[in-house]
Each structure stands twice: as C-alpha cells, then as structure tokens.
C-alpha cells in the first residue's frame, strides 16, 4: 500500500485524498438531491393534472350554463337571444378548450398518454359548434320545435361526455397524489438511512487516507535524516534505501548521488594535487612546526611523513641562495606586511633543483593574535620550462611571419583589431608603436579601389558570422602598392561571435605572377583561336583532362568547364573515320607513342570539318602512361588551300609542256625557214672538205706522195667534217623535245653559235651581222636550248625584217646592275605603232608565213629564267629587242 | 485478538481492527511488509462497502411503479354502434376485460363533414388509434392508415367482396367494413292504414299524394306543425345522399359516371331538383333546409310527420338483408314501417352508406388497436350471422305484417333494393371538394337562390375544375356494388 501510494507525488497525494473525500460526499449529497428531485416531479404532475381539472371543470360549467340558457331560449323562441348568446358563448368554449390544451401540452408525457383527453375535448369542441350551428339554423328558420328537439336530445351526451372528462381527470389527480405521499414516505426513510452512511464512510476514508499518506512521509524522512547523519560524519559511502517515485525518493537519490560526488570530490582533490603539484603547508606559530600535505613532501622530494616538521628542516630545503628573500617574506607577512607569494629554489635530497611557488596567508584567533599561517605550494618547475618553450616558439613563428611575408591579425567586431603581430605592421608598411590600427584606418590603408568591397567584406563576415578569403591591393605610406591576401575565420562561443582571427600575406610577387600568367594564357588562346587550334589533354584514369576553350570550338562543342568524354568526341567523328580514329588512339595509348592524324568531324550543324590531330605520350619515370597531350587543328581552309595549289600546279604543268611544245613547233618551223641558209651553212664545210680532200688525193697522187700536204688537207678535212657535223648536232638539238634542262651556260658562246648560224641566211638577204658582246659576262643557269630559240628568233625577226632591204643586224650583250642584258637591233622598218606591246601576244605576226609565236614564246622563255623582253623603236631606223636575265636565275 | 470479521448485509466481509494500549499510529498502521498487505485489505474492503451503499441507494432510487394499462382511442361514428347482443355487456367494456386494454371511446360530431375534418385533423396529429371512417372516405384518408389485409385475413374472408373492395385503395386494404347502410323510407304504418293506404309509396308521384292527403287530414285534426314528409335538407352529406336518390329516380346519374365523365348538368337531375324544391312549404316544412338526420327523426318520432328518409342497415357479410339502424325508443316504434326510397321514372335507388374500421399509420398502440378492430368485426360478424338466422323479418310493404302488434322494433326486409353509389371511388382525394360543390348547388337550388338548370351548368363547369373529367351523359344503372 506504502509503496503503492509513494509512486504519486506528495501533492497529488494529497489532491487525491480530498478529492476522494469530496466525491463520496457529492456522492451522498447527489442522492439526497435526487431523492428531492423525484419528489418535485411528482409534485409537478399533481400539479400539472390540477390545472387540467381546473380547466376541465371551467368548461364543463361553461357547457352546463349554455346548456341552461339555450334551454330557456329556445322555450321563449327568442331568435336575438339565441344569436347573441351562441355568438358569445363560443369564444368563451373556444378558450376553454385553449386552456385544457396548454394544460395538456405541460403534463408530463406519461400522464398525456395514458388519457386521451385532448381527443374527447377537440371532438366536444367540434360537435358542440356544429350543435349550435343547426340550432341557430334551425331556430332561423322559425322551427322552435326541431331546437327543442334538438336540444332535449342531444346536449345530454355532451354533458355525460364533459363530466366524465372531469371525472376522469379527477381520478387521475387523486391517484397522483396518493403516490406523492408514498413517494414522500419513501423518500424520509431513504434520507435517514444516506446521511449517516454517507458521513461514516467519509470519516473512515478520511482517517485511512490521511494516515496512510502521513505514513508515506514520516518513514522516509527518518531514513534520509540517518543518511545525513552519516554524511556529517564524513561516510561518503552511506546510502539511503528509498523507492518509489515521490519527492523523498527523488530527495534521497538526489542525497545519494550527492554523496557519492562528495566522495568522488574528496578523492578527486587528492588526486588534483598529486597531479598539479600542489600541496598545502601550515605552520603553527606557537609551537613553530609544519604540517605539510602528501603533495608538499613530494613538492620538496621527500616520503610522505605522517608527523609535521621543524621550520629548520624547511630552512635545509630552501636553496641557500634564496633562503634570504624567503625569510623576508616570511617575516613580511607576520609582520602584517604583504601578502606571502614568491617563488624560489628547492634542493631535493637527489641534487634536483626545482623551482617552486608558495603562497599563504596568516591566521588570527578571535582576539586578533597570529596563530597559524596557510598555504599551498606548487612545483611550477614544469611551468617555467614551459614559458621558456613559448619564448622561443614566438620566436620561431614570428621568423616564420617574417619569411614568409605573413602576419596574422585578431578583429573584434566592435570595429578594431585585438592584435596584429609584428610582421603584419611590416607587410603594412605601419609602425608597431602606434599600436593596431581600428577599422577606419585600416581602411585607409587599402587601395582606394578596393576600400569599398573590403569595408563591405567585413560588414557581411560580422552579419553572416562568416569567414573570409580576399586578396585586396593595399597602398603603403611610402607610396607602395602591394597585394594582401587575408583570410579570416570567425570565433564563436555558443550563440555569441566573439570576433576573426586570422593571417594576411604579402602575395604581391605571386598575384603580379598570376597576372602575367593570365595575360599569357589570353594571348594563347587568342592563338588557338586564330589557328583554329585547340590543345587538349588525356589520362588513362581521368579521360579528357583537360580541353582549351578553343579545341571546344574546334571539335564543335560548346565551351564548358568540363571536357566532353572521349566517347562523346569520337561519337562526333564523320563515321567513315571512326575506326580508323578509335585504332589511332587505341595505338597511341598501347604503344605509348606520339600519333598524328587526320579526320572528319561532323558539327551539330552538320558542317563536316578536316582536324588534323596531334598527340604525344607523357610517361612517368618507369615508363607509365601518364597522360597523351596534343592538338587539335582545324585544317578545313588548309586543305582546300594546298588543294587548289596542286590544281593550280598541274594546270602549270600542263601549260609548260604545251609551251615546251610550241616552243619546238617554233623552233621546227623557224629552221624550216632557215632550211636554206642552214644547207649552205651546213654544204660550206662539207664543199670545203671535199676541195680538201682533192687537194689531199692530189698530194697524195704525187710521186713521192707530199704526205705532209697530204697530212695537212687530210686534218683540214677533218675539221670542215666536224665543223658540219657539229652544226648537224645543232640543228638536230633544236629538233629535240627537251625538257627544260638547266646547266651552267656561256651565253656570249650561244650568241656566237646563233651568229654562226645566221651566216648563211644573213647573207643571202645582204644582211651583215655584228656582234658588240662584253667579255666579263659570267656564266648562268639556264636552258641552253631555249637562249638558243630566243636569240634565233629575235635574230630570224631582225634578218627577215630586213630581207627586202639589207642592213644591220646587231647582237649586243651587257652586265649592267647585276643582270645581264642582251639586245639585238635591227635596221628594218620598225615596231608597228599601234602594236608595240602586241607584237608578244600570240598570233601576232606581220610576216605573210609567220606563225606569231615567236615573239610570244620568247618572252614567256625569258620570264622563266626571271628575266623581262621588251622592243624599242631605234633613233634611226629599226627596233631593238632588249631582254634581260638575272645572274641567278630562280 | 487482532482482526475479526464481521458479516455485513451478507454482501462483504470486513475487517475490523482492535485498538490496543500501545499508540494506536503504530498498532494500526505497523511498517512491516505483512502488515502492509492487510492495509490494502481494509482499503479494499473499505471500497467494497462503498459500493455496496451506492448499490443500495440505486436499488432504493429507481421508480418501482405499476406499469399502466394501454388505453386505446376509438374514433367512433355517432350512429355506428353496433346492434346490441343478448349479452348485455358493451362491447368495449367486453374488449378491456378480454385484453386488459382500456379504451376510449370517442363520438364524432354529426355532420359527416365535420366528422371527416376532425378525423384528419386527429390523424394528422396523431392522435388516436382505430379510426371508424365513412365509406367516402378510403381516398381522402387512406394515406395515413395501414394495410389490415394481413392482420385480418381471417375475418375479411367472412366479409362481402363487394364491400370490402369500397376500402381498397391502390390494392391496400385501408379498413375492413364494419357497418353497411342504404337510404331507406320510413312511414307512418297508422296513418296509412287510417287513410286507406295499403301499402307505403312506390314513387314520388304517390309520395307527394299521400303526404299532402295526410298532412291535411292531420292538419284538419288540429296538429298544425304536421308535414307529409320530412327529409335531411341542411347543407350536409346527408343533402347529398338524398338528392342523389332523387336523380337515380329519374335516370340523372351519379354525378360523375364511373368511366370518370361528368354527368351531372342532365335535365333529368334538374327535373329531380325541382320536384324536392316544390315539396319545400308544401309536404315539408321550410326549415327542412336546416334538418339534419336527428332533426328528422326527431320531428318523425314526435308524430310530426308521416314520412321519413332515414338509413337502413345491412349486414357485412353478405348483400340483400336489411335492417333499420337507429334503434331508439320513441312513441312512434310501434306505428312505422319501412320502405324502399320511392321511385321516378327510372325507378328507385337508395343510397349506399356504411363504415369501417381503420388504423391510425401513427398509432402508438399498433397491435392493440388491430386487436380491436379485429374483435369489433369479430362482433359485427356474429351479429350480422345470428340476425339473418334467429330473426324473422318481415318483407317490407306489407302493412299487414308491419300492423302486427308483436313485432320486434327492429323491422328488416329482404328485398333488395337498387344502390345508387356515391362517386368516392371515381374522385379519391377530390372527393370531398366534389360533394360540397353538389351540396351547394343543390342547396342553392332548394333555397330558391338558383335555377336548378343553372346551378346544373355552374355545378358541371366547377366539377370539371376540381376533377379534371370530361362532361358526358348519365350512364345506365347506378353504379356497382
């Protein structure tokens, strides 16, 4: 039950017990209310069926009085008065009727059931009013015998009617109040027997209840206040029996637990010494003895003593360097002087010496008198090497700032920094002295192009608690603009931003680096773009690496970040070339080796493009493919360029050969003109030789044969026969369809030949050939051949303009500015004109037999070896033809 | 000497606790386990003797009245009653100490009209339980009463099929009939006979004659309120029943023909209209215009008159017997005679009346009130069995037998005569709209008000409104029972 009850809390508890008290007296008082309750309902009903007799009755009388004085008025027939008195007795029974309804209408349900009272009176009421119609009708039409009929007849079953009703409502009345009276009997019997049940089980519920909560708090409290007992006297490990849910369980766990802290506490004190170092002394000044703690005889290397030392054992322990300023303090403190705190040297029993820091103050009894002194000491030898560590590490980092060009900074976020280290004032050109700068001049560091993002920067860091990563330029005093790069973080305790810490580098050098390397960047890519090339980069683990902006464009993607994988580029590709351009770069990575191809690719607009690709290996130091590098190059213009180049070179071609082929139609035709100078060019040595050849017989003949004679006409013969022969060869040459043949050629040697030729033909028209040649003209490069036709043409024009008349034909040759200079001049008739440039196109000729090539081929022969033929008209008469060649001919 | 218990009511048994002389904190309430259990036995206990009051209380509380006997409300037509049995206890008070059922006996005004208003008005209240509705009334009532096919299938067998089919309604049988009635003629059997008549009047023609013969022989004899022949002229059903006797005589149809044609604007039933106007002030007093049944019969029984138009009684069970229906006691029982409703032109026709019995659709007491129904037809049957075997009845006509000093005043005749029907069936739910329309007119015509041929064309013209039927001529016959 205790227990049953210690689940709830004390309050509820309690708010139980009263209430449980309360509902078992609502309890009682509710019967009682409903015992008076029934009552008043039967008394309602008496009620409520007293009205209704009341109301019957009233129109029973009502009917018994109208009955009555139809009665006297139909036995005096008086018509008026039976009018008057239907006339007015019918409202009066129409509101009688009104009251038994409502009277009806408040009965309870029960009693208006069982009585169909409400029928009989509607039936009255209707037959009663149409009664009195057929009276009044009756008695209108003078018919007194059928009212009084009518009347004696039938007004009697209306009135039995009417008092039955009353009767029987009479009956009901009276059987309700009989019932009251039981009801009210029963009722005083009950009441006597509910109150004095109703007030003992209160009373016994009260005292059950109040003593079993009383009992639930009175046992735990004695069980917690042992437990506190126990705790005083330093039994930490105490613990209270208590279960259950209410308060005193929740107090005795909670005094439990605390114990246990305590414990925990005390144990963890001792602990904390040992490891800090700590320990206390006392000194009590009347017998001059310490008592030290675990830690301090530790503190001072020595066991744990339980007994307390000598103050002299003490002066032993202290280096002898420092006993002097200990025992001032000492004396200091006694003396009411300051405070007992310095730190001095200790001497363990090993040679160790420690350094040690004590503190302690003096102890007054109630009368003021000094009795004891306290304190602790700590042995802060650990400590001291440490703050020497931290020297010399904020040493080390402030070199490190200083190296490296970085300083690093706290800002609060009330607008100035906590701290800027030293080398950030260096960075900033600001000195140290001043201390650090607050926001606004901080701002004013910066360069004035930048002073409006950072004071923004810092405005978003201190809403957003947000960190930061600028690189802004700042301008020093001395003029000097360099580029900071800061990057902060924010602190934040809890909810609370506490402010930024961070660092501030001078990136001046990396930023000016990073510039150039963008311009350079730019300038490449504006190369790619104007070479249609891209560059590219591949890895056997990461695909396409890498696609410069252009190789996007090249390959017809859009620029992206990220590169299109291989698959997407080859699925590009025209599909005529994909196998061949899947075997390339498959070979290329196998094989490991550079690779250039050429392939088609298909734009997403369906233009087809060449690309020329080139790929090299980049192999780690075993060997290993690293990646492929190369380009890709659009080489669609190229193409069609180097295309119509070799169009353009065949049709050359063809026109040199159909050239070569005029030039030897040429030269086959002018010999045909010449065909009689040359057979009396070539019949001259061949006659000479034979007169030789008599002349040798002739020699020969004497007796003794002139051998010498002989000898001498014989090599004469010999000569004249080499001489034709040689001009057989000439000619024959002429006749060749060489090829254009170039060699090193004497070109006074051609003219000579030419002349040699011409002599025949000269002759026979009167025409004299001259020759005015230089002698320094240096050997060139040329086709023999074709210098051959040239001069033979221009030559053959000069004699045939001149075969009617005779005259001059003369060969002139020159060096003059580099070039050599060839003329020949005639005295014929001249240039037409109208025609002097003409006279070079084809077809042109003024002579009757000549083809008009002559003058066309030999200028187009010029132009080849890079010379120029052009004609003059003379002062006097005749035209000279000029051409010149240059000494190295293209 | 710790604990003892103690039977209490019989109910519950409690623990008591002894006090000691040691503190009674401890005694009562020691800490040990064991006697912690026992603490939650007198809690316990103590929660089962709460209970136990509340039991008690309720059982003391709760009503232990007498439940009430059922009374049933019965609607009663003032002129239903059934004949009276040799038992000489009343029905009802016979029904309540067979059923325990009590009932309330409620009379109806006397106007049929009236008695219909008042019915529907109970109905639609509902209020009552067993209605006795008039043979008009199946189509204006039948929507608020059940179906006692079923409930009385045994006794509807013993029941005329002709009759019972005026109570269908849409294949439901509405109410089973409980009384039949037909317009008949009563007489003076002394005043005939004293004036030389051997038999009652066949037609209007003989009526007129011997009413006028006698009313001024009596008149002579110093009875000067005397009329030949007192009839129901006042504005009510009763009007028309009589009107309609009138034009069946004469072949002016009923109304509305039962192909549903309006028939009434004839010149046979304008010709019938006059013929009764004539009589007013002549062989019946002017204010028969204001007589209703019990004025009738009230001047008949005071030997005021020598005819009377009342109704005759015919049992349920089968056609053709004929009894009287009011039975009351007057001076005139042992001087008349009963007669077919004289004859016209076309012959004669008395009306066909009569009741049955309905439950209210919103009866409280469903089953009681079928009981009643089913014990009144019950009644009625045996009745209507034992009349038409124990009792002789006299053909009517014959003065001898009328004349005989040891009849029963209750005279039958076993002639039957011809019907003329009431159009309810034709009309339904219009037909009390139709009969005040008749009544109106025939009284106007009576009255004086209008010409008969008149109020034939406005009665037709309102007919035709109300009903929606054609106009056509009379039909042969009178209409089917």
């Given at each position: 039950?205790?227990?049953g009850?210690?689940?709830l809390?004390?309050?509820?508890?309690?708010?139980?017990?009263?209430?449980?008290i309360i509902?078992l007296?609502l309890?009682?008082?509710?019967?009682?209310?409903w015992?008076?309750?029934?009552?008043?309902?039967?008394?309602?009903?008496v009620?409520?069926?007293?009205?209704?007799?009341?109301a019957?009755?009233?129109?029973?009388?009502?009917?018994?009085s109208?009955?009555a004085k139809?009665?006297s008025?139909a036995?005096?027939?008086?018509?008026?008065?039976?009018?008057?008195?239907t006339?007015?007795?019918?409202?009066?029974?129409?509101?009688d009727?009104e009251?038994?309804?409502?009277?009806l209408?408040?009965?309870?349900?029960?009693l208006?059931?069982?009585?169909?009272?409400?029928?009989i009176?509607?039936?009255v009421?209707t037959?009663?009013?149409?009664?009195?119609?057929a009276?009044?009708?009756?008695?209108?039409?003078?018919d007194w015998?059928?009212?009084?009929l009518?009347?004696?007849?039938?007004?009697k079953p209306?009135e039995?009617?009417?008092s039955?009703?009353?009767r029987?409502v009479?009956?009901?009345?009276s059987?309700?109040l009989?019932?009251?009276?039981t009801?009210?009997?029963?009722?005083?019997?009950?009441?006597?027997?509910?109150?004095?049940?109703?007030?003992?089980?209160?009373?016994?519920?009260?005292?059950?209840?109040g003593?079993?909560?009383?009992?639930?708090i009175?046992v735990?409290?004695?069980?917690?206040?042992?437990?506190?007992?126990?705790?005083?006297g330093?039994d930490?490990?105490?613990?209270?029996?208590?279960r259950?849910?209410?308060?005193?369980?929740?107090?005795?766990?909670?005094?439990?637990q605390?114990s246990?802290?305590?414990?925990?506490l005390?144990?963890?004190?001792?602990?904390?010494?040992r490891?800090?170092?700590?320990?206390?002394?006392?000194r009590?000044?009347?017998?001059?003895?310490?008592?030290?703690?675990d830690?301090?005889?530790?503190?001072f290397?020595l066991?744990?003593?339980?007994?307390?030392i000598?103050?002299?054992?003490?002066?032993?322990?202290?280096?002898?360097e420092?006993?002097?300023?200990v025992?001032?303090?000492?004396?200091?403190?006694?003396?009411?002087?300051?405070?007992?705190?310095?730190?001095y040297?200790?001497?363990?029993?090993?040679?160790?010496?420690?350094?040690?820091?004590?503190?302690?103050?003096?102890?007054?009894?109630a009368?003021?008198r000094?009795?004891?002194?306290?304190?602790?000491?700590?042995d802060?030898?650990?400590?001291?090497?440490?703050?020497?560590?931290l020297?010399?590490?904020?040493?080390?980092l402030?070199?490190?700032?200083r190296?490296?060009?970085?300083?690093?900074?706290?800002?609060?976020?009330?607008?100035?920094f906590?701290?800027?280290s030293?080398?950030?004032?260096?960075?900033?050109?600001?000195?140290p002295m001043?201390?650090t700068?607050?926001?606004?001049?901080?701002?004013?560091?910066?360069?004035?192009?930048?002073?409006e993002?950072m004071?923004?920067?810092?405005?978003?860091m201190?809403?957003?608690?947000?960190?930061?990563?600028?690189?802004?330029r700042?301008?020093?005093p001395?003029?000097?603009?360099?580029?900071?790069?800061?990057v902060g973080?924010?602190?934040?305790?809890?909810e609370?931003?506490?402010?930024?810490?961070?660092?501030a580098?001078?990136?001046?050098?990396?930023?000016l680096?990073?510039?150039?390397?963008?311009?350079?960047q730019a300038?490449?890519a504006?190369?790619?773009?104007?070479?249609?090339t891209?560059?590219?980069?591949?890895?056997?683990?990461?695909?396409?690496?890498y696609?410069s902006?252009e190789?996007f464009r090249?390959?017809?993607?859009e620029?992206?970040?990220?590169?299109?994988?291989l698959?997407?580029?080859?699925?590009?590709?025209h599909?005529d070339?994909?196998?061949y351009?899947?075997?390339?770069?498959?070979?290329a990575?196998?094989?490991?080796?550079?690779?250039?191809?050429?392939?088609?690719?298909?734009?997403p607009?369906?233009?087809?493009?060449?690309?020329h690709?080139?790929?090299?290996?980049?192999?780690?130091?075993?060997?290993?493919l690293?990646?492929?590098?190369?380009t890709?190059?659009d080489?669609?213009?190229?193409?069609?360029?180097?295309e119509?180049?070799?169009?353009?070179?065949?049709e050359?071609?063809?026109?040199?050969?159909l050239?070569a082929?005029l030039?030897?139609?040429?030269?086959?035709s002018t010999?045909?003109?010449?065909?009689?100078?040359?057979?009396?060019?070539?019949?001259?040595?061949?006659?000479?030789a034979i007169?030789?050849?008599?002349?040798?017989?002739?020699?020969?003949?004497?007796?003794p044969?002139n051998?010498?004679r002989?000898?001498?006409?014989?090599t004469?013969?010999d000569r004249?026969?080499?001489r034709?022969a040689?001009?057989?060869?000439?000619?024959?040459?002429?006749y060749?369809?060489?090829?254009?043949?170039?060699?090193?050629v004497?070109?006074?040697?051609i003219?000579n030949?030419?002349?040699a030729?011409?002599?025949g033909e000269a002759?026979?028209?009167?025409?004299?050939?001259?020759?005015e040649?230089?002698?320094?003209?240096?050997?060139?490069?040329?086709?023999?051949?074709?210098?051959?036709?040239?001069?033979?043409?221009?030559m053959?024009?000069?004699?045939?303009?001149?075969n009617?008349s005779?005259?001059?034909?003369?060969v002139?040759?020159?060096?003059?500015?580099?070039?050599?200079?060839?003329?020949?001049?005639?005295?014929?008739?001249?240039l037409?004109?109208?025609?002097?440039?003409?006279i070079f196109?084809a077809?042109f000729?003024?002579?009757p037999?000549?083809?008009?090539?002559?003058?066309?081929?030999s200028?187009?022969i010029?132009?080849?070896?890079?010379?120029?033929?052009?004609?003059?008209?003379?002062?006097?008469?005749?035209?000279?033809f000029?051409?010149?060649?240059?000494?190295?001919?293209? | 000497?710790?604990?003892?218990?103690?039977?209490?009511g019989g109910?519950?048994?409690?623990p008591?606790?002894?006090?000691?002389s040691?503190?009674w904190?401890?005694?009562?309430f020691?800490?040990?386990p064991?006697?912690?259990?026992?603490?939650?036995?007198?809690?316990r206990?103590?929660?089962g003797?709460?209970?136990?009051l509340?039991?008690?209380?309720?059982?003391?509380?709760?009503h232990?009245?007498?439940?009430?006997?059922?009374t049933?409300t019965?609607l009663?037509?003032?002129?239903?009653q059934?004949?009276?049995?040799?038992s000489g206890?009343?029905?009802?008070q016979?029904?309540?100490?067979e059923?325990?059922v009590?009932?309330?006996?409620?009379?109806?005004?006397e106007?049929?009209l009236?008695?219909?208003?008042?019915?529907?008005?109970?109905?639609?209240?509902?209020?009552?339980?067993?209605?006795?509705?008039?043979v008009?009334?199946?189509?204006?009532?039948?929507?608020?009463?059940?179906?006692?096919?079923?409930?009385?299938?045994?006794?509807i067998?013993?029941?005329?099929?002709q009759v019972?089919?005026r109570?269908?309604?849409?294949?439901?049988?509405?109410?089973?009939?409980y009384?039949?009635?037909i317009?008949?003629?009563?007489?003076r059997?002394?005043?005939?006979?004293?004036?030389g008549?051997?038999?009652?009047?066949?037609s209007?023609?003989e009526?007129?004659?011997?009413?006028?013969?006698?009313q001024?022989?009596?008149r002579?004899k110093g009875k000067?309120?005397?009329?030949g022949?007192?009839?129901?002229?006042a504005?009510?059903?009763?009007?028309?029943?009589?009107?309609?006797?009138?034009?069946?005589?004469?072949?002016?149809g009923?109304?509305i023909?039962?192909?549903?044609t309006i028939?009434?604007?004839?010149p046979a039933?304008?010709?019938?209209?006059?013929?009764?106007?004539?009589?007013?002030?002549?062989i019946s007093?002017?204010s028969?215009?204001?007589?209703?049944?019990?004025?009738?019969?009230?001047?008949?029984?005071?030997?005021?008159?020598?005819?009377?138009?009342?109704?005759?009684?015919?049992?349920?069970?089968?056609?053709g017997l004929?009894?009287?229906?009011?039975s009351r006691?007057?001076?005139m029982q042992?001087?008349t005679?009963y007669?077919?409703?004289?004859?016209g032109?076309?012959?004669s026709?008395?009306?066909?009346?009569?009741?049955a019995?309905?439950?209210s659709?919103?009866?409280?007491?469903r089953?009681?009130?079928?009981?009643l129904v089913?014990?009144?037809?019950?009644?009625?049957?045996?009745?209507n069995?034992?009349?038409?075997?124990?009792?002789?009845?006299?053909?009517?006509?014959?003065?001898s037998?009328v004349?005989?000093?040891?009849?029963?005043?209750?005279q039958?005749?076993?002639?039957?005569?011809?019907?003329?029907i009431r159009?309810?069936?034709e009309t339904g739910?219009?037909y009390?709209?139709?009969?005040?329309?008749?009544i109106?007119?025939?009284?106007?015509?009576?009255t004086?008000d209008?010409e008969?041929?008149?109020?034939a064309?406005?009665?037709e013209?309102?007919?035709v409104?109300?009903?929606?039927?054609?106009?056509?001529?009379?039909?042969k016959?009178?209409?089917?029972?």
């Open positions: 039950m205790t227990s009850i210690s689940k809390k004390i309050g509820p508890r309690l708010i139980l017990g009263f209430a449980l509902l007296m309890a009682g008082n509710t019967l009682l209310v015992q008076f309750h029934a009552v008043n309902e039967h008394s309602d009903r009620s409520a069926l007293a009205q209704e007799l009341v019957v009755s009233r129109f029973q009388t009502d009917l018994l109208l009955d139809l009665d008025l036995k005096s027939e008086d018509i008026e008065g039976l009018r008057q008195e006339t007015r007795s019918r409202p009066v029974l129409v509101t009727i009251a038994i309804r409502n009277a209408v408040h009965l309870p349900s029960d208006g059931d069982s009585t169909p009272t409400q029928p009176v509607e039936s009421g037959t009663l009013s149409s009664q009195l119609d009276v009044v009708n009756l008695g209108g039409a003078s015998n059928a009212v009084r009518r009347l004696a007849n039938e007004k209306l039995t009617r009417a039955d009703l009353v029987s009479q009956q009901q009345v059987l309700e009989v019932q009251s009276v009801q009210s009997e029963r009722l005083k019997s009950r009441i006597l027997l509910i109150l004095p049940l109703t007030a003992f089980l209160t009373l016994l519920f009260a005292t059950l209840l003593a079993a909560i009383t009992r639930s009175t735990p409290l004695r069980q917690l206040l042992q437990g506190s007992t126990a705790l005083a330093g930490f490990d105490y613990q209270v029996q208590l259950g849910k209410d308060e005193l369980a929740h107090v005795s766990a909670v005094f439990n605390a246990i802290k305590l414990g925990e005390y144990r963890k004190l001792e602990e904390a010494q490891i800090a170092h700590v320990g206390y002394w006392e009590d000044l009347a017998t001059d003895r310490i008592t030290w703690s830690e301090t005889y530790r503190v290397g066991q744990p003593q339980e007994c307390p000598e103050f002299d054992t003490f002066r032993q322990k202290v280096h002898p420092d006993w002097e300023f025992s001032r303090a000492v004396n200091a403190a006694l003396a009411g002087g300051p405070r007992y705190n310095l730190e040297r200790v001497l363990q029993p090993a040679g160790e010496l420690r350094i040690v820091h004590s503190e302690g103050d003096v102890k007054r009894d009368s003021g000094l009795y004891k002194m306290f304190g602790v000491i700590q802060i030898t650990g400590r001291k090497q440490a703050e020497e560590a020297k010399r590490s904020e040493f080390y402030r070199e490190g700032e190296l490296a060009h970085m300083g690093s900074w706290a800002f609060n976020p009330s607008g100035f906590d701290y800027w030293r080398e950030l004032f260096q960075i900033y050109g600001l000195d001043q201390g700068p607050n926001l606004e001049r901080y701002l004013a560091t910066l360069h004035p192009q930048d002073r993002s004071a923004e920067t810092i405005k978003t201190i809403a957003e608690r947000c960190g930061c990563d600028v690189t802004k700042i301008v020093r001395d003029g000097e603009q360099r580029y900071i790069r800061c973080i924010p602190v934040v305790d809890g609370v931003l506490k402010g930024f810490l961070g660092t580098m001078d990136v001046t050098e990396q930023e680096l990073t510039q150039e390397l963008e311009r350079r300038y490449l504006e190369a790619q773009k104007l070479s249609h891209g560059s590219w980069a591949w890895s056997p683990t990461g695909g396409n690496k696609y902006e190789c090249v390959l017809g993607f620029p992206q970040g990220v590169p299109p994988a698959e997407t580029v080859i699925q590009r590709i599909p070339d994909q196998a351009c899947r075997e390339q770069v498959e070979r990575i196998r094989e490991k080796v550079a690779s250039e191809f050429d392939y088609r690719i298909v734009h607009d369906k233009r087809v493009r060449d690309i690709c080139v790929g090299h290996p980049v192999l780690d130091g075993s060997g290993n690293v990646e492929l590098v190369g890709v190059i080489v669609t213009e190229r193409k069609r360029a180097d119509e180049r070799q169009a353009a070179e065949q050359r071609e063809r026109l040199h050969q050239e082929e030039a030897h139609i040429n030269r086959v010999l045909g003109e010449m065909a009689a100078s040359l057979a009396h060019e070539i019949k001259q040595p061949i006659a000479a007169t030789s050849a008599n002349s040798c017989i002739e020699w020969l003949s004497h007796d044969p051998i010498e002989a000898r001498t006409a014989a004469r013969i004249y026969g080499k034709a040689e001009i057989i060869d000439r000619i024959r040459s002429f060749k369809k060489s090829h254009s043949e170039r060699e090193l004497d070109v006074n040697g003219i030949e030419m002349l030729l011409f002599q002759t026979r028209y009167s025409v004299e050939m001259r020759s040649l230089t002698t320094e003209l240096p050997k060139i490069r040329a086709d023999r051949v074709q210098l051959q036709q040239v001069f033979m043409n221009l053959l024009n000069a004699v045939e303009a001149m009617a005779g005259g001059e034909v003369t002139r040759s020159q060096l003059q500015e580099g070039q050599l200079l060839f003329s020949v001049s005639d005295t014929g008739p001249g037409p004109v109208e025609s002097a440039e003409q196109s077809f000729t003024t002579k037999q000549g083809s008009g090539m002559g003058l066309a081929i200028r187009s010029v132009e080849s070896h890079g010379g120029r033929l052009w004609a003059t008209a003379n002062d006097g008469r005749g035209a000279t000029h051409f010149t060649l240059p000494t190295e001919v293209p | 000497m710790r604990t003892d218990s103690l039977h209490f109910f519950s048994r409690l008591i606790v002894e006090v000691r040691a503190p904190f401890t005694n009562v020691p800490v040990s064991t006697n912690s259990r026992r603490w939650k036995q007198v809690l206990s103590a929660v003797l709460l209970g136990v509340v039991f008690l209380l309720l059982q003391c509380g709760c232990t009245s007498n439940p009430k006997p059922i049933v019965y009663r037509l003032g002129w239903s059934p004949d009276d049995l040799p206890e009343s029905l009802p016979q029904f309540t100490r059923t325990g009590q009932l309330s006996d409620l009379p109806l005004p106007a049929t009236d008695q219909l208003l008042l019915s529907r008005k109970l109905l639609q209240e509902h209020k009552g339980d067993v209605f006795n509705i008039d008009i009334w199946p189509g204006i009532l039948g929507e608020d009463l059940i179906d006692l096919r079923h409930d009385l299938a045994g006794e067998t013993s029941i005329e099929p019972l089919a109570y269908e309604l849409d294949g439901k049988l509405v109410a089973v009939p009384t039949v009635q317009g008949f003629l009563e007489y059997s002394d005043l005939l006979r004293e004036y008549y051997r038999h009652p009047p066949t209007w023609d009526l007129e004659r011997m009413a006028v013969r006698i001024t022989g009596e002579a000067k309120d005397f009329w022949y007192v009839w129901q002229g504005a009510t059903e009763a009007l028309a029943c009589n009107a309609l006797e009138w034009q069946a005589a004469e072949g002016g009923r109304i023909e039962s192909n549903r028939s009434v604007n004839n039933a304008i010709r019938s209209w006059q013929r009764a106007k004539r009589w007013i002030g002549w007093p002017p028969v215009l204001d007589y209703q049944e019990i004025d009738s019969i009230n001047i008949f029984d005071k030997g005021g008159a020598a005819f009377n138009r009342v109704w005759g009684a015919a049992p349920i069970t089968h056609v004929f009894r009287q229906l009011h006691s007057s001076l042992s001087k005679g007669a077919n409703i004289p004859g032109s076309m012959g026709a008395g009306t066909l009346g009569g009741s019995l309905a439950v659709k919103y009866s409280f007491h089953k009681e009130a079928i009981d089913r014990f009144l037809i019950r009644a009625q049957i045996r009745s069995n034992e009349a038409s075997t124990g009792v002789t009845q006299p053909e009517i006509g014959n003065l037998s004349s005989d000093e040891n009849h029963k005043a209750e039958s005749v076993r002639k039957t005569p011809h019907l003329v159009p309810s069936s739910a219009h009390e709209q139709v009969t005040r329309a008749y109106d007119a025939v009284h106007s015509v009576l004086g209008e008969a041929s008149e109020a064309a406005d009665l013209r309102k007919l409104q109300i009903a929606g039927f054609k106009t056509g001529p009379p039909q016959g009178t209409g089917t029972l």
